[in-house]
Nanobody, 119 residues
Framework: QVQLVESGGGLVQPGGSLRLSCAAS????????MGWYRQAPGKQRELVAG???????NYADSVKGRFTISRDNAKDTLYLQMNSLKPEDTAVYYC?????????????WGQGTQVTVSS
């Protein structure tokens, strides 16, 4: 069984920064693509940023130039550095990863971490 645990969310003022982390644990053989998604109240979950096992990245237009996704393959950990935060970035942020175990290959989700941008 695989677990993804996010951390680093919180309350920050507009223009501030936060760094989210997502640690994967369990019977992991390898991790393919990983990504950060977010869901604001009353809205659908959307992709914020993704990263392949080789390090190629992609971003939603709304966060380009402000957010940076990275991963530490040795630690099975995903990061999201968020700078110049705006109130519209307020949402629950979820980690997603395609994880290969001895038994399966499947996408897993974390429980989410709240990010609130407000003065």
């Amino acid at each position: 069984q695989v677990q993804l645990v996010e951390s680093g969310g919180g309350l920050v003022q507009p223009g501030g920064s936060l760094r989210l982390s997502c640690a994967a644990s369990g019977s992991i053989f390898s991790i393919y693509a990983m990504g950060w998604y977010r869901q604001a109240p009353g809205k659908q979950r959307e992709l914020v940023a993704g990263i392949t096992s080789g390090g190629s990245t992609n971003y939603a237009d709304s966060v380009k130039g402000r957010f940076t996704i990275s991963r530490d393959n040795a630690k099975d950990t995903l990061y999201l550095q968020m700078n110049s935060l705006k109130p519209e970035d307020t949402a629950v942020y979820y980690c997603n990863a395609v994880v290969v175990t001895p038994a399966s290959k499947a996408a897993s989700w974390g429980q989410g971490t709240q990010v609130t941008v407000s003065s």
